[in-house]
């Protein structure tokens, strides 16, 4: 099994879950704003707890990936892949070469998403970043499956009740809602 890094991660910051859905949640009064700011604190917090729970980032983002040598199929470790930007590996010289995207296939299942390489090619030897997948990746607003939305809604409102210290940091509902999604390994 080859071993994939995930080398950087840029975060879109989009809302895959509104104010006033939380708020309705919550059983706060839209009309009240003083809460407002903290609500939206918890809201960030939950989704970044969801993806550090699942391992891979929940909001859409755009991750590079790096791999030591060639392999026709590359696992990503993060899903789902909605695109692949680009595919570039450095050859037996070193020279960074594009793959076009005539020579590879992306494959995406619910639990594994992957790319084949359909035509062979040497990579520099002993180079762990022999080849850089950039990838987009994660969910938007209207992608988002249900179960994470309602993992997200229970961390928050976990939070919005306890605000304090507790015995218990973790919510045993959102686990179970974001397992399906979790990236083992």
Avoid: W
């Avoid at 595919?87 to 299942?109: C, M, R």
């Avoid at 990746?137 to 179960?147: H, K, N």
């Amino acid at each position: 099994m080859l071993n994939y890094t995930v080398v950087e991660a840029i975060v879109e910051s989009i809302d895959l879950v509104t104010l006033d859905e939380v708020k309705d949640h919550l059983r706060v009064s839209k009309d009240i704003d003083l809460e407002d700011e903290i609500i939206q604190v918890y809201i960030e917090a939950a989704v970044d707890s969801a993806s550090q729970y699942i391992g891979a980032p929940v909001n859409s983002s755009t991750v590079v990936i790096n791999a030591p040598c060639y392999s026709n199929k590359i696992v990503f470790p993060v899903r789902p892949v909605t695109a692949i930007t680009s595919i570039n590996y450095a050859n037996k010289e070193g020279v960074n070469t594009p793959l076009e995207a005539a020579e590879y296939k992306a494959v995406n299942y619910r639990h594994e998403n992957k790319v084949i390489l359909l035509n062979a090619f040497d990579t520099q030897p002993d180079n762990e970043e022999a080849i850089t997948i950039t990838v987009q990746c994660g969910y938007t607003a209207e992608t988002l499956p249900g179960s994470i939305r309602r993992a997200i809604l229970l961390e928050i409102a976990d939070m919005y009740t306890y605000r304090e210290d507790r015995k218990e940091i973790t919510n045993k509902a959102s686990e179970a809602a974001l397992r399906p999604y979790r990236i083992y390994g």
